[in-house]
Nanobody, 123 residues
């Protein structure tokens, strides 16, 4: 069982930066692949980024490549999403998720989800 708590969201102007954190409970955090997803009002939850259990493999959605970076610190049971050059279309609730299997873009492969943190980018 893993509990996930996101933090770091907020209101930022276009072009600004934010770093989201996701703190995980449990001693087996390092065995989980982790992902970030986001959901804008009226839209489906979409993949943003994923990272393997070791941190050696990452994946990013095309819409955020070159602007967002995913990383993890297994000693701190935390995964991060560094977001730069933010755009109004990045506005959404951001969720972190843990997968027992592999780092993947597929939402259905994630077993545990956090409650989300709101990111709002003003133009």
């Amino acid at each position: 069982q893993v509990q996930l708590v996101e933090s770091g969201g907020g209101l930022v102007q276009a072009g600004g930066s934010l770093r989201l954190s996701c703190a995980a409970s449990g001693r087996t955090f390092s065995s989980y692949a982790m992902g970030w997803f986001r959901q804008a009002p009226g839209k489906e939850r979409e993949f943003v980024a994923a990272i393997s259990w070791s941190g050696g493999g990452t994946a990013l959605a095309d819409s955020v490549k070159g602007r967002f970076t995913i990383s993890r610190d297994n000693a701190k049971n935390t995964v991060y999403l560094q977001m730069m050059s933010l755009k109004p279309e990045d506005t959404a609730v951001y969720y972190c998720a843990a997968s027992n299997t592999v780092a993947t873009i597929l939402r259905s492969k994630y077993d545990y989800w956090g409650q989300g943190t709101q990111v709002t980018v003003s133009s």
